[in-house]
């Protein structure tokens, strides 16, 4: 059983193309994630979720959109896709609040985008 | 700002024993994390600390002092299959997962 599920794994498109990731977690936790990690290896968060608030990392280009149905989804709604959006994204899961501090983030494996 | 430092790149020979460090900078603090990840795969957890200290785990462990903003992680006995990047992130004051660029180790025979 996956923890954390994302498709698709590999995603090739057009620039100004709009695509879709999809991520479920099976955990239970309340907050969700999506992470970008580019060429140089660094995992930037873009946006982090729970059933209360949205926090968005201000330097996301707003063409980038979360949609969550239901607290186990978290899917990544990407507009007019451009080549620098090129990179692998992660979906996470975790539940650290105040009183759980030490839940660890469990990763999806991973969407590599590649944009032509 | 928020940052987090780790060196790019550290080589080390097989069965050896190798320190990768991490200092951080970030507004508040409530623990830090050490994540392994393969090329092409997710990070997956390795170890937490929250208090000053060593934690050990099995060849891994993980130190951190909090007035230095620092830690280290420890792999003894390193095997082949160790060869892979190793992430620092830190809990921040709203509890978010704050990241370091990793370290990437490559184990020599």
């Known amino acids: 059983d996956t923890a954390v599920s994302q498709t698709p794994k590999y995603l090739v498109t057009q620039m100004g193309n709009d695509k879709s990731i999809k991520c479920e977690q099976n955990?239970?936790?309340?907050?969700m994630y999506w992470y970008k990690q580019d060429s140089k290896k660094f995992l930037k968060i873009m946006f982090s979720?729970?059933?209360?608030?949205?926090?968005i990392n201000e330097t996301v280009p707003n063409r980038f959109s979360p949609k969550s149905p239901d607290k186990a989804h978290l899917n990544l709604h990407i507009n007019s896709l451009e080549l620098g959006d090129s990179a692998v994204y992660f979906c996470a899961s975790s539940q650290a609040s105040q009183e759980i501090l030490n839940t660890e983030a469990f990763f999806g494996q991973g969407t590599r985008l590649t944009v032509v | 700002g928020q940052n987090i430092d780790q060196p790019t790149e550290m080589t080390a020979t097989e069965g050896a024993i190798v320190q990768i460090n991490c200092t951080y900078q970030?507004?508040?603090?409530?623990?830090l994390f050490w994540y392994q990840q393969h090329a092409g795969e997710a990070p997956t957890f390795l170890s937490y600390n929250v208090l000053d200290g060593l934690e050990e785990k099995g060849r891994f462990s993980s130190f951190l002092s909090r007035s230095k903003g620092y830690s280290y992680l420890l792999l003894k006995e390193l095997q082949m299959k160790d060869s892979a990047s190793y992430l620092c992130a830190v809990v921040d004051s709203n509890y978010q997962l704050i990241w370091g660029a990793g370290t990437k180790l490559i184990i020599k025979p």
């Open positions: 970030t507004s508040g603090f409530n623990g």
């Open positions: 955990l239970g936790h309340d907050t």
């Open positions: 979720y729970n059933n209360k608030e949205l926090i």
